[in-house]
């Protein structure tokens, strides 16, 4: 079997006594949507942030495509082709929606110690931006300024941002959080486009759309890893039910 | 809707493309007024207005509060002053020694302070400039904290005569042009887009894949060497260093005034140098205890006009920033008519005050009026 796109073993992460990433282990194999799940509190979005750099833990490695990267600082794991979506939107609010999405392009065009020619006007930052924007549904905003965007563009502006890297592993921190049933909808549609081109890890606790999406299923509670497996298995799996899915499975 | 550059305004481009021109046309106006005394006080602007807009690079662009400009300032202007007390004075020596010395300096203090952040980062700064600061202090070899006068200017052969107040002041004033130029275009570069994403959104910058502290610290080294040109011209234009160029209350000022013209405007702290300065210069001739009435126009500036006198202009409150400016010019008017007497000054000045506030009352109450009238339409 091929090495999975991410492996990550034995990962620890305690704040004084609380211990938030307790012994976990993943693998996300290449193309997959892989969920993980649980309810609040258990240590998804820390475990995140472990992954993309922005918390060192203080135990286990992380291995990205075979090669460690548990010390790796944050802006080397993107250029390795880590990208992540924010839990709470996090974008450039005084950029345009296209000035967002070409930062995210230049980021991976070499090195930015270019102190002369105008960036907006460059088309090696324009084009692949607009592609990115088309891509998510965006296009007709590009000349907007981003604070004035809905709750739902900005979450498909936060998406395209990611994209616009060029990243072989997403890491999507609830995409679907506090979107109405439509923008939900769209954004799963979105998903399921990109599903198969970029391997993703997708918390999320929109149940729906994580059994729409999820090739497999990992379930987190108080920092552990309690099941992982296909949905069908999870969906069955009475120690999931009783710890999280209560009454909707 | 504009986006994150503010140039697209034309308005501020406008005035502060005219304030250039006028700041350009200072020696024919001092000539034809025989002033002499008015040409020394715009060089002083001129060169205080290059350091604000090394300030504003990464204070207005970078989010990076620098509370210790000034000591670039120092390290400018001692370069020039303790290469001339050794007989050095070719321009093509010191200049370079200058400019290379800020910089180096610069990136000490970024290398240490960027590490952090908000208020740390501003007590660092601090911190690190009052260090500059004591050096100057204690170099008794180069006069401690008397200073040191420069007995001779800085030498470009045949091609500048220093010595000479306008070809100074139009050194000074290219200069401010082609740091305004030089600003404008590395704001719009890919670096100038690095430097005001981290100042917007920096986690966010990171996780896109930027390595944001070598972005910051590049600026900050840019910045520190900018406000070393402006050290330079202290320099030579007072003949005299001092640890005073650098203290810590200079670098409070340089603040102010980019606060005041308005952050992350091109033309921002032209404006807020040339208003802050003209008006010290004013007030200071008026009493000793100017800054009891200086102090309470910057709060009101900070408290009701955001952004400054740039913010004003783009918000579309042309009519207010107008009237600060005439406002100004007509303070400086008065000043110069009535150098050292208060009493004609003050009438002119009440006057003026009341029929501003005349109009502002005379448009509140038709504009009252229109809404009330269209209210359905609102």
């Known amino acids: 079997m091929l090495e999975p796109v991410l492996k990550v073993e034995g990962l620890v992460k305690r704040f004084g006594g609380l211990v938030a990433t307790d012994n976990l282990n993943l693998d996300i194999r290449e193309g997959e949507v892989h969920a993980v799940i ?3 509190g258990a240590g998804k979005t820390t475990m995140i942030s472990q992954l993309i750099g922005e918390l060192r833990p203080d135990a286990g490695s992380i291995r990205f495509l075979g090669q460690d990267i548990t010390h790796l600082p944050v802006h080397a794991r993107s250029h390795l082709g880590i990208a992540r979506s924010f839990q709470i ?17 230049q980021a991976h065009d070499g090195h930015s110690f270019r102190f002369w020619k105008d960036a907006r006007s460059d088309p090696r930052l324009r084009e692949p931006a607009m ?14 300024v981003a604070s004035v965007l809905s709750h739902g563009e900005h979450r498909q502006l936060e998406i395209a941002m990611a994209l616009a890297t060029r990243p072989k592993l997403l890491l999507l921190d609830e995409p679907m959080a506090g979107m109405g049933p439509e923008d939900s909808a769209r954004m799963v549609t979105l998903l399921r486009q990109i599903k198969g081109s970029i391997t993703m890890l997708l918390i999320e606790h929109d149940m729906d759309a994580v059994f729409a999406l999820a090739d497999r299923i990992t379930v987190l509670v108080y ?3 309690i099941a992982t497996g296909e949905p069908d298995e999870i969906r069955r799996n009475e120690q999931v039910r009783q710890a999280y899915l209560g009454d909707e499975a | 809707m504009s986006s994150l550059l503010r140039l697209k305004s034309p308005i501020t481009t406008i005035a ?6 006028l700041l350009g046309l200072v020696p024919v106006f001092a000539m034809l007024l025989d002033d002499p005394f008015m040409l020394t006080l715009f ?5 205080m207005a290059i350091a604000a807009v090394s300030l504003n690079l990464i204070l207005g662009y970078g989010g990076m509060v620098s509370f210790g400009h000034a000591a670039y300032i120092g390290v400018g202007g001692y370069a020039i002053g303790i290469l001339a007390h050794h007989g050095i004075t070719e321009a093509w020596i010191q200049w370079p020694v200058a400019l290379i010395g800020s910089a180096l300096v610069a990136l000490l203090i970024g290398l240490l302070s960027l590490r952090t952040k908000g208020i740390f980062f501003i007590m660092l700064t601090l911190a690190l400039a009052q260090l500059v600061y004591y050096l100057g202090n204690g170099a008794y070899a180069y006069g401690g904290d008397d200073g040191l006068t420069i007995l001779q200017r800085t030498d470009f052969g045949g091609l500048l005569d220093l010595n000479d107040k306008e070809t100074l002041y139009y050194l000074c004033w290219v200069l401010l042009v082609i740091v305004l130029w030089l600003t404008y275009r590395v704001v719009n570069s890919r670096f100038g887009m690095v430097l005001q994403g981290a100042k917007s959104n920096d986690r966010r910058m990171a996780t896109l894949g930027f390595p944001v502290f070598r972005y910051r610290l590049t600026a900050f080294v840019i910045s520190g060497t900018i406000c070393g040109l402006a050290g330079i011209l202290t320099a030579t234009y007072t003949d005299f260093i001092s640890p005073a160029m650098m203290h810590w209350t200079r670098s409070g000022d340089l603040i102010v005034m980019v606060v005041l013209g308005g952050m992350g405007s091109l033309f921002g702290p032209l404006f807020g140098a040339v208003t802050f300065l003209m008006l010290e210069e004013i007030l200071s001739s008026w009493t000793e205890y100017w800054k009891i009435v200086f102090g309470p126009i910057l709060l009101l500036v900070v408290l009701f006009a955001r952004g400054g006198i740039d913010g004003a202009m783009v918000r579309g409150a042309a009519g207010y920033a107008l009237t600060g400016l005439i406002t100004l010019f007509l303070i400086y008017v008065v000043h110069y008519l009535w150098y050292d007497d208060w009493i004609p000054a003050a009438v002119v000045l009440a006057g003026a005050a009341a029929a501003i506030l005349a109009i502002w009352y005379r448009q509140r109450r038709e504009a009252v009026a229109i809404a009330s009238a269209g209210g359905d339409h609102a």
């Open chain 1, 38 to 40: 649980g309810p609040n």
């Open chain 1, 89 to 105: 939107t996090s974008i450039f609010l005084n950029f345009t929606t296209l000035e967002n999405i070409m930062l995210a392009v």
């Open chain 1, 131 to 144: 592609a990115a924007l088309e891509q998510v549904g965006l296009a007709h905003r590009a000349e907007t």
């Open chain 1, 223 to 225: 920092g552990r890893g």
């Open chain 2, 16 to 21: 502060g493309s005219i304030l250039l021109v």
């Open chain 2, 43 to 47: 060089t002083r602007i001129v060169i």
